[in-house]
């Protein structure tokens, strides 16, 4: 059958401001219309198909259009589309809560709908809690250089990647940042560990000087994603998370990007064998299917808000809090979780993947091959500025959707690769390398 499209990307052009990207660029380079998506692979109107190679921003864990995430959500529709969390409950928030606080060991889930709108609620309780606590003082931030923890007014507060902030800084009240952990920060004869040791004094130093003003301390453990897989040595987690207590500031760790076996784990946190004050949860909650973000914080916390006094409630009402379409695809994607038993399944897929990419791991060009779990990252050794946009476009053209940040190409693969996908991930992702490099005049 010819695919119809009815001109969509030209009436996407007209109609539709597309996030995160310059619109002027879609004159040379059209965004590709996408008729319907299976697994691992995308299907063009064009009749094309792409292999997601990045999970499509890093949310659909278990590739798209999942049947057992699907009849969820199917019979979910048949009974309750939707009530307000204020005033009601109903079956898939408090089943979801009651898991996420078993996996976590954190209770009290408070719903978002997005990962920035899971930052600002977790910056709001801390302070809150200082607040509720008669120490309102503490009511500033910090996190790590390069951090990235979402883009709204409230969110770019603590994310310090200067093309996402500079244009609004003014309107931000921006936290200060200390040294990131970044493992490649490494000085010649220094391991990933005295890397972590020297940010966490760092980080020591600050707090000394700025705990009776600091609520929390935000970081995103073990790979800093949106700076270009920066990855960190656990060590730093652990000395943080002693260096919070000693100063009295939350730890919130934000798992938006790398919960949900991503790193190898359920929760990178749980590497480094600490427990947080808040976690932030978002992207692969729904495997890729709704919106949903949630905040994840102890007792301790919450009880400093159990009050008479509405004022002292945490205040924070989004229209579509715990919504129950979105609530019953994240248990879905987490019943799935064990049915597949995915986190180990994961350890012989990544060795797979491992296999197929040695030639591009081994490339003359690339520097600092580096995985954690299911994340991929290769620097690239490149005088092209625009490396990213062309590299992108020759995976494009070999059927694999890769968007190199900077001159880090990296992969966040669906967690259900079959041999196919991984040849094409592996191969395609060498050939554009390749292809990009004989650009360079
Ligand atoms: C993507 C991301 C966010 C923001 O999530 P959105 O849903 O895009 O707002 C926050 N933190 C981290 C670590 C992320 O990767």
Known sequence: MQPKHDGLVARSLAAVWHPCTQMKRHEAQPPVAIARAQGPWLHGTDGQRYLDGISSWWVNLFGHSHPHIQAALVDQLGQLDHVMLAGFTHAPVVELSERLAALTGLGHAFYGSDGAAATEIALKMSAHYWRNTGRPAKSRFVGLAGGYHGETVGALAVTDIAIFREAYAPLVRLADTVPSPDAHGAAPGETAQDVARRAAAALEAWLQEHHSTTAAFIVEPLVQCAAGMALHDPEYLRLARALCNRYEVHLVVDEIAVGF?????????????????????????????????????????????????????????????????????????????????????????????????????????????????????????????????????????????????????????????????????????????????????
């Not at 019943?335 to 040695?358: S, Y």
């Open 261 to 441: 076996g991503r790193t190898g784990t359920m929760f990178a946190h749980q590497q480094a064998g600490i427990r947080p004050d808040f976690i932030c949860l978002s992207k692969g909650l729904t495997g890729g299917t709704l919106p949903l973000s949630a905040v994840l914080t102890t007792d301790a916390v919450y009880a400093a808000f159990y009050d008479d006094d509405v004022a002292r409630g945490f205040l924070h009402s989004h229209s579509y809090t715990g919504n129950p379409l979105a609530c019953r695809a994240a248990l879905a994607t987490l019943e799935l979780f064990e049915q597949l038993d995915a986190l180990n399944a994961n350890k012989t897929l990544a060795q797979h993947i491992d296999t197929a990419c040695k030639p591009l791991t081994q490339h003359p060009r690339v520097r600092h091959a580096r995985r954690l779990g299911m994340i991929w990252a290769w620097d690239v050794d490149t005088t092209l500025p625009d490396f990213a946009r062309r590299y992108h476009q020759h995976a494009m053209t070999r059927g694999l959707v890769l968007r190199p940040i900077g001159k880090t190409l990296y992969a966040m693969p669906p967690y259900v690769l079959d041999d196919e996908a991984v040849q094409c991930l592996a191969s395609g992702a060498l050939d554009a390398l390749n292809a990009t490099l004989q650009e360079e005049s």
